[in-house]
């Protein structure tokens, strides 16, 4: 008996698909677990050689190279220094876009490898070490190794693989553009036009092999500040024939430290305001004529979004006015809250647990950093999610967070990124050309 005609059509063309789908994941995770000494050999090259956001050059001519060799369509110089290559597949489908941040940070690190970074740069007009302080020679690296996994099943894509590697997550030098915002504006997104796009970070206090996530909004939205308090310089023996502006900054660094925990309902959404610099004065017997101070903003709603704005400009004006000096005060808007696209999330989330196993996925809650992934999730809908790089057993109190010199990675997770990347694109592409089963 001839099974297959009595099955439907459709159910027919369903058993084909999920054929197709388990072969093709059958040879991503064969295929990257061969590549992982290759890829932590990348990352190794990239940790070692960091370099500041726009000023990526080495790191981009390396991943080009690598593109090339793979016969990727490859355009480079995109918004300074990004790469993007494109990989059609050999079958007709969506457009999937994997975006991968590949700028260090000005940190001198103090993690003893042998592949430490000793890297100096001017940064801020200050000469500071760098360092890939935020784990995004990891991301580089694993993206590098998910385009040779599928380069080699070209064939049995159904569709286009846009591999988008961008400069300047972590912002861009004063006075240039830079990151996601500019490589958008310069159509990364266009030509072919991207149905999705994907994108993973590396966390140093999530054990390594774990992924975790969240659907909707998931990372802050961010914005920086900067406050100049100008008072009346004069002797520090005779305080009382100048006006102070270290003694109003400091009223004022208080001041705003009400705004979260007296002005905004935390049980809605979680916010952050926080002064990260403060500078003035040469002497230790001179009040100088003005003060500096820096700082950071981070919301997830747009109407706490506008309190805090408002907040901290009443604050900072008001509290200068009483002492007799004035407060200019600039608000810079950065990035907007990555927000994962819930019916996206939902539709990959099964093949997360697939790659991971079930017990390795974790929903996880809002986080307060940021990332400029989020302009990409405003155009097409996205998908961000964390890979856990903390070694196995260690407390995640006692790891070393991002963005600090002893910031340090389980490399043994790498694999677990590429084989995530490349089977959410086959899957998306499988999904997105499956028969509809119907009604």
Request: charged share 20%.
């Amino acid at each position: 008996m001839n099974l297959k005609k009595l099955l439907p059509l459709s159910l027919m063309a369903l058993s084909g698909f999920y054929g197709n789908a388990q072969t093709l994941n059958a040879k991503i995770d064969q295929k990257s677990q061969a590549l992982e000494s290759k890829i932590i050999a990348w990352r190794r090259d990239f940790h070692e050689n960091p370099e500041l956001g726009n000023r990526e050059f080495k790191t981009a001519e390396k991943i080009a190279a690598h593109l090339k060799q793979l016969g990727f369509e490859v355009k480079t110089g995109v918004a300074h220094t990004g790469v993007v290559g494109l990989l059609k597949g050999g079958k007709p489908g969506p457009v999937v876009a994997l975006r991968a941040d590949m700028d260090g940070l000005p940190v001198t690190e103090r993690v003893d490898i042998p592949f430490k970074s000793k890297v100096t740069a001017e940064y801020n007009k200050q000469n500071t070490g760098v360092m890939h302080a935020c784990g995004h020679d990891t991301h580089v690296a694993i993206l590098m190794g998910v385009a040779e996994v599928l380069a080699s099943m070209k064939s049995d894509l159904k569709g286009t693989v846009k591999f988008i590697f961008q400069p300047a997550e972590e912002g861009a030098p004063d006075g240039e553009e830079g990151g996601a915002k500019l490589m958008i504006k310069e159509g990364v997104l266009e030509n072919p036009k991207v149905d999705a796009i994907f994108g993973l970070h590396i966390n140093s206090q999530t054990e390594v092999n774990t992924i975790a996530y969240k659907p909707g909004a998931t990372m802050a939205a961010v914005d920086f500040f900067s406050i100049d308090v100008k008072g009346k310089q004069t002797h520090g023996a005779y305080p009382w024939s100048g006006v102070d502006p270290i003694v109003t900054s400091s009223q004022i660094v208080m001041g705003l430290q009400t705004i979260v925990s007296r002005n905004l309902d935390i049980t809605k959404a979680p916010a952050v305001v926080t002064v990260g610099a403060i500078n003035g004065g040469i002497r230790q017997n001179i009040i100088p004529e003005e003060v500096k101070m820096i700082g950071t903003i981070r919301t997830f709603d747009e109407e706490m979004h506008s309190h805090v704005h408002k907040r901290i400009t009443e604050i900072a004006t008001n509290i200068a006015e009483s002492a007799g000096a004035k407060a200019d005060v600039k608000i810079n808007v950065l990035y907007p809250v990555t927000f994962n696209d819930i019916p996206l999330t939902e539709k990959m989330i099964g093949t997360l647990e697939n790659v991971a196993g079930k017990d390795k996925v974790i929903l996880t809650t809002a986080k307060t950093g940021a990332e400029d992934f989020s302009y990409f999730q405003q155009k097409v809908p996205g998908f961000f999610f964390f890979l856990g790089g903390m070694p196995k057993g260690k407390n995640p109190l006692e790891a070393a967070p991002h963005h600090t010199p002893d910031f340090f990675i389980d490399e043994s997770g790498m694999v677990l990124g590429v084989r995530s990347l490349s089977r959410l694109t086959v899957d998306y592409m499988e999904q997105s050309s499956a028969p509809k089963a119907k009604k």
